[in-house]
């Protein structure tokens, strides 16, 4: 039986010590880490996420802020709204949920964020710090694995990791990670994508699987060795029948397949999942105290 990579123990661990030291930073202090949280448009996931961000400050006692702004907002608004809150001192990270409505340039907004308060790490200056290995903000989701692999004494140095996906908030930046040259790190790296050829003949090969793809159980047990590590970072909705909803979340990997080959698995939902709210609030806990200012 491969160990389980719970995301929901290691998140739940990694808040409880933020809640302490945030708590700590207050009376110490007097500051609150700050969380402003924009939401344009009105797209139900999105809606959905920006609740569970704004719970979890709550949870822990930071401040929060959630806008909200219409579906036809003009990309100057969003813009305004961004200037105002990097003038904030009591905000100290910012957050724009994408998908962004069409008439809003996503690039030209992310950019607009101070890197100083760029909690989910998407500013080019953050982007740069991680392709050259200098501490900075770590996008939500990537960093979220390196703890897990932490956590569970899974040592990336010499192992031949295949990620699926180079997408820019998840392939390409947990690429990066795992190549660091430093002791949590130094894995050889192959990255596949749509335009790749045969799969299989990578991650039949590999010691760890990162699957990012957004593709219903893409991996299957045919694909993977004995004693892979896999990491799914896939959130997919399918029908289900059975389920009261009518449906159920699954992720990029087959995991009945896959897992009885695995020597450590994550499930999903559970594993990567609750781990990138974790680092969002670790993230904005660490801008608060100016861990990262450029
Ligand atoms: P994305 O931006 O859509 O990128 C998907 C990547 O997979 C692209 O690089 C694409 O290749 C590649 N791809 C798609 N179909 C493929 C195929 N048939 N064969 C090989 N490669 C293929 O997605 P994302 O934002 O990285 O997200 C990936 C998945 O992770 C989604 O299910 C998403 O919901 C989930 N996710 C979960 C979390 C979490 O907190 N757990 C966070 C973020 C995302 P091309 O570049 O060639 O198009």
């Known amino acids: ?32 880490p700050g969380l402003a949280l924009l939401l344009v448009g009105n797209n139900s996931a999105s809606e959905i996420y920006v609740k569970m961000k704004d719970k979890t400050c709550n949870e822990l006692g930071f401040h929060s802020i959630i806008e909200r702004m219409d579906e036809d907002s003009s990309e100057e608004a969003v813009i305004n709204m961004i200037n105002k809150w990097n003038e904030d001192p009591q905000i100290h990270g910012i957050l724009v949920q994408l998908p962004l409505p069409k008439q809003i340039n996503e690039f030209r907004v992310l950019n607009t964020i101070s890197p100083n308060k760029d909690v989910d790490a998407f500013h080019p200056a953050n982007v740069g710090k991680i392709m050259i290995g200098l501490p900075g903000f770590v996008p939500c989701t990537p960093a979220g694995i390196m703890e897990l692999f932490e956590h569970y004494n899974i040592d990336l140095i010499g192992k031949h990791a295949v990620v699926i996906g180079r ?3 998840v392939g390409k930046p947990i690429a990066n990670l795992m190549l660091q040259k430093n002791k949590n790190a130094n894995a050889t790296v192959t990255i596949c994508h749509s335009a790749t050829k045969d799969i299989s003949k990578y991650t039949k090969k590999a010691d760890i699987i990162i699957a ?8 299957n047990g045919n694909m993977v060795k004995d004693g892979v590590v896999v990491i799914d970072v896939g959130i997919n909705r399918i029908d289900d029948p059975t389920s009261t909803k009518g449906y159920k979340i699954v992720g990029d990997v087959e995991y009945d397949s896959v897992a009885p080959k695995a020597s450590a698995i994550t499930p999903v939902p559970g594993g990567v999942g609750p781990m990138t709210i974790a680092v969002l609030m670790k993230n904005t806990y660490n801008s608060a105290i100016k861990k990262y200012e450029i």
Do not use: C, H, R, Y
Request: no cysteine; proline share 5%.
């Open 167 to 169: 997408s820019n908030i």
């Open 1 to 32: 039986m491969p160990t389980i990579i719970d995301g929901k123990v290691v998140s739940q661990k990694i808040k409880e010590q933020i809640k302490i030291d945030t708590q700590k930073l207050f009376n110490e202090k007097g500051i609150k």
């Open 212 to 219: 990012a793809i957004g593709v219903p159980n893409f991996v």
